[in-house]
């Protein structure tokens, strides 16, 4: 059978790439774990999420065919935090050095989830993006058995022949050269952990300067308008307080989305870039089928954090609304009995649920230190003895003054607080009045009793975690993309 013939009957018949119910049976062997993370990806860019240009067919088969989450959230919206929380296990504020933000402490590195994984027997791999905060003296490629790390700056990279090839091809290249070489007769994780559709961010043209798409995306898109911004009306933006409109989140809306033209240009690229994963993940679940492995393999796709995308007047992730913090989640697990499947799970998940859910597929042993719970019950729409979370704390530790927050997102309510402006500056949206989260009612002298109670439920996760960080002086600097903000921003 030809490459572009599996292709095909891959995409005309997706039941070849998903087994039948009967090959689920209880007993079977510790579950293969395939893992796609992408990067600054918006929740609702995905086809199966109602977007109506973004396409993304492989994706949107793994949601018809097993549980999209649409309710999936990062506890800290940045790549660098949002995957010490993934490895972890734990919410920043648990695994950060106090006076190095946002180095991870030895303890919590000790306890990654592919190195439980190692122990209870599974081959590990990660290829792409890393990007870990880790302590002095850690080295990432012994946490697992195959591991490397590729970047972008630039995306395209030369190959030996002097031909071009992008970083999320050359991941998935990686990926597929991995499951030829497994054996059914091991478990393995393998993630895949791409740097689209983060844009470039020392390349500030329009397009492919900017967001770099893969030559497999070509094209697409270019005959599309996009719509504005659905929170773009410059009167929102107007009301942000000054060290909002000040912030990185600003600043680099001025790279991109200024104008009709680049935001244009730039909408169409980020999108490529997008469609460019999911054809990657295509030709992977290909791999795996052609490998023999499809049948015991739970696969799963998230993002590090979500995008404003010219909402608000903001680029970025970083603060507290609804876009930075939203993420897609999609999980297709083989096992699922068929009326499981197809689902749209509504609960609040997070990101930090994952690397529980690791472990308890793998039947390894949890750390204590783990925060998260698994998802294995969502999954399987079984009841739990322990009702599912109603709420979350969230916080961002990193780019001091103007983004250092803490909060807690509720089924109703939002608070944040942004703890490093003198006085502290507050939030406060009610969800079931206004879901775009347009007003501040921090002030509003009716909601002084919601105010103060969503204080001290921050104040108790807060504190359930370590209590507060140290002032803005007396702790460390982060170190990474976004961390130095180079002065105001255009107004």
Known sequence: MTRRLLFCL???????????????????????????????????????????????????????????????????????????????????RSHVQRTAVPKVTPEAAATLYPVQLRKAGYTTAHFGKWHFQAPQGFKPEEQFDAFEQIGRSPYFKTMPDGSKRHETDLICDRGIDFLKKQSKDKPFCVQLSFNAAHAEDGDKRPGIGHYPWPQSVDGMYEDVTIPAPRLGDAAIYEAHPQFLKDSINRERFFWGYDTPEKYQTNLRAYFRMISGIDKGVARVLAALKEAGLAENTIIVYAADNGYYLGDRGFQGKWSHFEESLRVPLVIYDPRLPKEKRGRVAREMVLNVDLPATFIDWAGAERPAAYEGRSLSTILEGKGSDKPWRTHFFCEHLDLAPTLTWEGVRGERYVYARYFDQKPVFEFLHDLQTDPDELKNLATDASHAGTLAEMRKLCDAEMNARGGPILPMGQRGTAKGEGAKKKGKAKK
């Open 10 to 92: 891959l995409f005309v018949c997706p039941s070849l790439l998903l087994p039948s119910i009967a090959l689920a049976k209880e007993g079977a062997a510790k579950p293969n774990i395939l893992f796609f993370f992408a990067d600054d990806q918006r929740f609702n860019t995905l086809g199966c999420a109602g977007h109506p240009i973004v396409k993304t067919p492989a994706i949107d088969r793994l949601a018809a065919e097993g549980v999209r989450f649409e309710n999936a959230f990062v506890t800290t919206s940045v790549c660098w935090v949002s995957r010490a929380v993934l490895f972890t296990g734990q919410w920043a």
